[in-house]
């Protein structure tokens, strides 16, 4: 248990250092998004890519994530996370009207940080858990992306065959 922050600092850096140098090296493909163009979340990144802005974001992930991968910076680090954290529950709020918010991740989010919060556990630790848990989100989500990628190829071949 003594290692416990260290464990979950490094693997929330690592997520956000991991998902912030996609962004520059795509070594992560991005599945087709189904949605009309006009729809608001494409309508808003459109704008953040070509402005630079995007970018300007996912820098400051990559150094929040290093930042908070290391003891001594770790609390500078989970402030320039935090931010980008709210602001990552804001689009899919505001800007996908709501989709997802049922799934289980971020209903587990939810409930632990009330849970947390009810138990009186320091807010250093509500971030590490919460963090943890974001990890095992994505990495959860990926795998189901991947499984739907493959059912959806192994269908296509299936209906192609004679």
């Given at each position: 248990?003594?290692?416990?922050?260290?464990?979950?600092?490094?693997?929330?850096?690592?997520?956000?250092?991991?998902?912030?140098?996609?962004f520059?090296?795509n070594?992560?493909?991005?599945?087709?998004d189904?949605?009309p163009?006009?729809?608001?979340?494409?309508?808003?990144?459109?704008a953040?890519?070509?402005?630079?802005?995007?970018a300007?974001?996912k820098?400051?992930?990559i150094?929040?994530?290093l930042?908070?991968?290391?003891?001594?910076?770790?609390?500078?680090?989970?402030?320039?996370?935090?931010?980008?954290?709210?602001?990552?529950?804001a689009f899919?709020?505001f800007?996908?009207?709501?989709?997802?918010?049922?799934?289980?991740p971020?209903?587990?989010?939810?409930?632990l940080?009330?849970?947390?919060?009810?138990?009186?556990?320091?807010?250093f630790?509500?971030?590490?858990?919460?963090?943890?848990?974001?990890?095992?989100?994505?990495?959860?989500?990926?795998?189901?992306?991947?499984?739907?990628?493959?059912?959806?190829?192994?269908?296509r071949?299936?209906?192609a065959?004679?």
């Amino acid at each position: 248990m003594k290692h416990a922050p260290t464990l979950a600092s490094i693997l929330l850096g690592l997520a956000f250092i991991t998902f912030g140098a996609n962004f520059f090296l795509n070594f992560i493909p991005m599945p087709a998004d189904p949605s009309p163009a006009d729809a608001p979340h494409k309508l808003f990144m459109a704008a953040m890519f070509p402005t630079g802005y995007l970018a300007f974001v996912k820098v400051l992930e990559i150094l929040g994530g290093l930042l908070v991968a290391l003891p001594k910076t770790r609390n500078i680090g989970l402030l320039v996370l935090g931010p980008i954290i709210v602001n990552i529950v804001a689009f899919h709020v505001f800007l996908t009207k709501g989709a997802g918010l049922t799934d289980p991740p971020i209903l587990v989010i939810g409930i632990l940080s009330d849970g947390l919060v009810m138990m009186g556990v320091s807010s250093f630790w509500q971030t590490v858990i919460k963090g943890v848990v974001i990890i095992a989100a994505v990495v959860v989500d990926q795998m189901q992306q991947r499984m739907q990628q493959r059912m959806a190829l192994q269908l296509r071949n299936a209906t192609a065959a004679p």
